[in-house]
């Protein structure tokens, strides 16, 4: 059975960072793209990016490019990331998905970032 | 990017009533859409992809159409357990971007 679990959310200040992860197992986890999608609270999903099995692709929309970094760890089947600079806009729940061919087949069960002081 | 106009962004259907939910692209997505469920308090799953391939498990009351900028999904038959959000996603360029999401609620 496919899952994915993220950890790593929380209340955290604005202008400060926070690494999220995503624990991966019921498959081979290195033959997959993964993704992030974040939702707002009441609003619509946001796709953040993307990695390839080898970590030599990463794509990002632009404007999260410069404050949010993918990677991952095949030998720890993890997928991470790693936000700074957060304000209030980036309050939301974020998924880690497996992709395929860019849909996201499987999706973990979200992690809730609040950023407030 | 790639604007994806959803519509309607609510609706409200009777048990067994056929119910239809369109996305719009600003630019032609050679049938390169998703659309996805998302119930209360869940994570969103995946239904359609390329357009109009049903993923495995999903019923067959649930089917997608379209190509170039215009595309749709149908509920043959709503169904109790049919009540949910429903978001288009498209994945022909980069960023990939999801429509604004249909609120489905049964009446």
């Known amino acids: 059975e496919v899952k994915l679990v993220e950890s790593g959310g929380g209340l955290v200040q604005p202008g400060r960072s926070l690494k999220l992860s995503c624990a991966a197992s019921?498959?081979?986890?290195?033959?997959?793209?993964m993704g992030w999608v974040r939702q707002a609270p009441g609003k619509g999903l946001e796709w953040i990016g993307e990695?390839?099995?080898?970590?030599?692709?990463?794509n990002y929309t632009p404007s999260l490019k410069d404050k949010f970094t993918i990677s991952r760890d095949n030998a720890q089947n993890t997928l991470y990331l790693q936000m700074s600079k957060l304000g209030s806009e980036d309050t939301a729940i974020y998924y880690c998905?497996?992709?395929?061919?860019?849909?996201?087949?499987?999706w973990g069960q979200g992690t809730l970032v609040t950023v407030s002081s | 990017d790639i604007q994806m106009t959803q519509s309607p962004a609510s609706l409200s259907a009777s048990l067994g009533e056929t119910v239809s939910i369109e996305c719009l692209a600003s630019?032609?997505?050679?049938?390169?859409l998703a659309w996805y469920q998302q119930k209360s308090g869940k994570s969103p799953q995946l239904l359609i992809y390329?357009?109009?391939r049903l993923q495995d498990g999903v019923p067959s009351r649930f089917s997608g159409s379209g190509s170039g900028t215009r595309y749709s999904l149908k509920i043959s038959g709503m169904q109790p357990e049919d009540e949910a959000d429903y978001f288009c996603?498209?994945?022909?360029?980069?960023?990939?971007?999801f429509g604004a999401g249909t609120k489905l609620e049964l009446k």
């Open positions: 630019e032609g997505i050679s049938n390169d």
């Open positions: 390329a357009a109009s």
């Open positions: 019921g498959f081979s986890f290195n033959d997959y793209w």
């Open positions: 996603q498209q994945s022909y360029k980069y960023p990939n971007t």
């Open positions: 998905a497996r992709e395929y061919y860019g849909w996201f087949a499987y």
């Open positions: 990695i390839n099995q080898d970590s030599s692709t990463i």
